[in-house]
């Protein structure tokens, strides 16, 4: 019998525990630049049920979180005309890491360092369960979607695009 890694508690899965979120850890070896792919490959998820939880920011600078199926980007122009600014952007990863208080590659959604609003795929929330980011690299948690979206008062978007191949 295989002995689980243990995973030591992160603000993210503090965040879970306090507001009575179940939730599965998945613990998994970070690859650098591997992203939701090596996720899903080492765990044997869906590509299209890890989520990736991505910082962006409207044109005044003023950020905000995007969660987004793990095989697909976000159309920046559609999210901007979703929530009603005229630009939207990904952040530089210095200013995604001093918003959300994580190391790019470990970013949850779940108790960033600042509040910014939180906006998620709609088609993720048909999913019983997606795997985003628990707060540490090489590190992911199992929750509903619908949780998720309750906890974070996340609005949904349909802001989704196949991913260009790399």
Known sequence: MAKEKHVSETPATRFLKQHKIAFTEHPYDYVDHGGAR????QLGFPLN?????LI?????????????????????????????????????????ERNSGYQVG????????KAM?????????????????GGRRGYLVGVSPVDLQSA???????????????
């Open 38 to 41: 090596e996720s899903s490959r």
């Open 56 to 96: 962006m920011e409207d044109e005044n600078g003023k950020p905000l979180i995007i969660v987004m199926h793990g095989d697909c980007e976000v159309s920046t122009k559609n999210l901007a005309r979703q929530i009603n600014v005229k630009r939207v952007t990904p952040c530089t990863p210095a200013v995604a």
């Open 117 to 133: 609003p939180v906006h998620i795929e709609e088609t993720l929330l048909a999913y019983p369960v997606i795997y985003v980011n």
């Open 152 to 166: 974070l008062k996340a609005r949904a978007v349909n802001v989704a695009m196949p991913a260009t191949p790399s």
């Open 49 to 53: 049920q890890v989520a990736k939880t």
């Open 106 to 113: 470990g970013t949850s959604p779940f108790a960033t360092r």
